[in-house]
DNA sequence: CGAGAAATTGAGCCAACTCAAAGTCAGTGG
DNA sequence: CCACTGACTTTGAGTTGGCTCAATTTCTCG
């Protein structure tokens, strides 16, 4: 972790992924300033790492602009469940904040750049801002209804399914911060990390993967993954879109 | 769907269950009233009759006082997924009122006793009334928290941790209220709406009881459970409690 | 070009599922 | 009081989706 190069690429960074970004959605110009001028300076992190240790007492919120980050349970025996993944423009954090509840490890799948605004700092804003607090119930709703989809995935889906309709849900994310070309996207996850979201095997996740590219629903390349069939993907993966 | 039989009823319903509920956490004796003057008239609801029917677009807020009712998805081939399991003096519809979305639909396990308070009004006490909006926020991120929970639940456990662990939460829940005996409880819910809480067949469902019957953790008789070994049950059931 | 990480493929197994039958229980009407 | 009905629970038998273990191939990057 450490500060983004050069004033103008932070620049960059501040001027662009934000306004598109889940906190931001809605504000008026003068608001935008405001919530930027509290995050903290732009930073860059590794791919792999921690932006979240353990279970810290006193997590920031951390906004990405770039990069992929998730969030994730540790059981006793090693098991991993990935919570939520936030794409550029997510903000991560805010139920550790607001329930004075230790975080979860958050965790960096590529290179990301974000900034944050400190725990405590959070605290006194969500205290004394009123429009601040109305975003961050708004946020907190959301990430509710998103659990809860997730679940419904990982309870009633088949394997297939479950593929199906996270691709879906990554394009359509994407897509609405204009971050997809096409039905094409770029998946920075790790075959290991989608199956501990989808609750698969890598190994199992990677038989439905080949699958689904011979039935003709998709192509990867890389991490590109293009969705040659989101019609047929859509009828499989039969998680409501939220888009 | 009628109105509880007898005011003095009523006012019993009134009393007891609301201080110890979800909503009214940490609340002074004012706001507790307050709160209670908002809430219509207690109700009261037929055994699997359907608090929210459908996807209803100004679903109003509910506050359980007897009984349990779910929230579930249901999926277009008629798979179901119980989103939440809400008992005695826990809140139902937050989030349907915050993200103006249309509800999903909610359903009595037992005969229940309710009261509500109206979608608009909901609305404008959240935009008038500053501690009202505190509260919302605290429960839907409480919400989220268990969301998560039980997302992991479905994730990464076997069948026998899920159960475990599930009935350790319903045990938890149910104790904290004083509505739990010693080790055990009453479970409202049959054995089809548990799996579909799980996300398991009824049919393993039960085979996986009767293992854990037979492996000296629990008895059942009726709707009755009892936890003979709570520490067994806990290193079964991976997930944390929430307690 | 070599080393480590990630992705893919193969073979065999078991947990959880399906279909189906039988048993239990509460409530209802004769 | 008892037979009848319909909902719920339990048990049986056979199948399969997803898992494990292990080997191989492909990428990435120094």
Known sequence: MQEAPSPERAGIYLLKPIPE????????RERVALLCSWHGPQRRAERNSQLVSGYETAAPLITLSHGWAFRY???PDGRRQILSVALPGDTIGLGSVLLETP??????????????????RTKELLAQTDWFRQCALAIVARERAEAELTLTRLGQCSAAERVASVLLE???RLAKRG?????SFRLDLTREQLADFVGLTQVHLNRILSQLRSRGLLMMVGPQVMLTDIAGLERLGVIPRTA
């Open 21 to 28: 970004s889940t906190v931001f959605r809605g504000l008026d």
């Open 73 to 75: 349970i540790l059981l």
């Open 103 to 120: 975080s979860y490890p958050v965790q960096a799948a590529v290179e990301v750049v974000y900034s944050t605004i400190g725990h405590e």
């Open 170 to 172: 990554f394009y359509d």
């Open 179 to 183: 971050l997809a070309a096409k039905e």
